[in-house]
T-cell receptor
Framework: KAGVTQTPRYLIKTRGQQVTLSCSPI?????VSWYQQTPGQGLQFLFE???????NKGNFPGRFSGRQFSNSRSEMNVSTLELGDSALYLC?????????????FGPGTRLLVL | AQSVTQLGSHVSVSEGALVLLRCNYS??????LFWYVQYPNQGLQLLLK????ATLVKGINGFEAEFKKSETSFHLTKPSAHMSDAAEYFC????????????WGLGTSLAVNP
């Protein structure tokens, strides 16, 4: 099976812009979670989607949003970018609640905000 | 609420020495527990997981972890460190009281000296 894929892998934006990141889960997985990783902060949970519905949400401002499509692919959007949004954004997929909840991670999208 | 503590943000061992990375969780209910490894510029890779089937869990690359309910611990060990083990290691716990959201430790950076 192909693993979790994330596009793009690298991105450079300027303050005030918006960005959309994409994640394709492992085939058959219906749950997608997003994380922000920065040095010193570790992994910060953004949100989880299951069957096109947001199931869990972290403590991030409303500038961070996401969605999931019927084929389980997910996108996250960050509007009005700030310098502090520079991070590695990781996507993880799992079979979903009630099934194997092990999360499998993609390689991440590294976002640099200038 | 569930929390995870990884003792030691940086651990350094000599090649061939024992590796011990510590993880403690807070919940009194044995949850699912995971160890992940992250190599530079990559996503997270599952090392092993505890699902209550056995207290000693064997993972990939010679790693294993022992679940100790009385100590609320899930420490990761490897008898003999290899240079290729140098990476960041994360412990995570599934929080049953929070939609089984994964709660993450801050990570431990393992350095292996020749």
């Amino acid at each position: 099976k192909a693993g979790v894929t994330q596009t793009p892998r690298y991105l450079i934006k300027t303050r005030g812009q918006q960005v959309t990141l994409s994640c394709s889960p492992i085939s058959g997985h219906r749950s997608v979670s997003w994380y922000q990783q920065t040095p010193g902060q570790g992994l910060q949970f953004l949100f989880e989607y299951f069957s096109e519905t947001q199931r869990n949400k972290g403590n991030f401002p409303g500038r961070f949003s996401g969605r999931q499509f019927s084929n389980s692919r997910s996108e996250m959007n960050v509007s009005t970018l700030e310098l502090g949004d520079s991070a590695l954004y990781l996507c993880a997929s799992s079979a979903g609640p009630g099934a194997d909840e092990t999360q499998y991670f993609g390689p991440g999208t590294r976002l640099l905000v200038l | 609420a569930q929390s995870v503590t990884q003792l030691g943000s940086h651990v350094s061992v000599s090649e061939g020495a024992l590796v011990l990375l510590r993880c403690n969780y807070s919940s009194s209910v044995p949850p699912y527990l995971f160890w992940y490894v992250q190599y530079p510029n990559q996503g997270l890779q599952l090392l092993l997981k505890y699902t209550s089937a056995a207290t000693l869990v064997k993972g990939i690359n010679g790693f294993e972890a022992e679940f100790k309910k009385s100590e609320t611990s899930f420490h990761l060990t490897k008898p003999s460190a290899h240079m290729s083990d140098a990476a960041e290691y994360f412990c995570a716990v599934s929080d049953p009281g929070n939609n089984r959201k994964l709660i993450w430790g801050l990570g431990t950076s393992l350095a292996v000296n020749p």
